[in-house]
């Protein structure tokens, strides 16, 4: 199972970057995504999540985290089984390296925890100048 993170990039505060998630060997239905992001010297965090069941609902279930709610917006391509994350209105404290990561659709409620995932992608480093 291969997840591959992309989109990373260099971008001035204010600006827009937007990550993209792809599965191989893994079918995204079975799993749902989150992203999650680490700075140095501190603990991975949680960015958002969105439930891949279903590919043909419109209003599919998503969360965010706090620091991104309003800013980032998490969606889905069951068909590609890719997953993006549009970030717009960055700001220097968003700098870090972003990770893409399955959990089985059964542990839904455990989305927001890194530990509970079960495959990582290796990350994309996104970084906001001031």
């Known amino acids: 199972v291969q997840l591959q993170a992309s989109g990373g990039g260099l971008v001035q505060a204010g600006g827009s970057l937007s990550l993209s998630c792809a599965a191989s060997?893994?079918?995204?239905?079975?799993?749902?995504v989150g992203w999650f992001r680490q700075a140095p010297g501190t603990e991975r965090r949680f960015v958002a999540a969105i439930d891949m069941s279903a590919p043909d609902r419109s209003d599919v279930n998503k969360v965010y985290g706090s620091s991104v709610e309003g800013r980032f917006t998490i969606s889905r391509d069951n068909g590609r089984n890719t997953v993006h994350l549009q970030m717009s209105n960055l700001k220097p404290e968003d700098t870090a390296v972003y990770y893409c990561a399955a959990i089985s659709a059964t542990k839904w409620r455990y989305v927001r925890f890194s530990a509970k995932h079960d495959y990582w992608g290796q990350g994309t480093q996104v970084t906001v100048s001031s």
């Open positions: 060997s893994l079918t995204f239905g079975n799993y749902d």
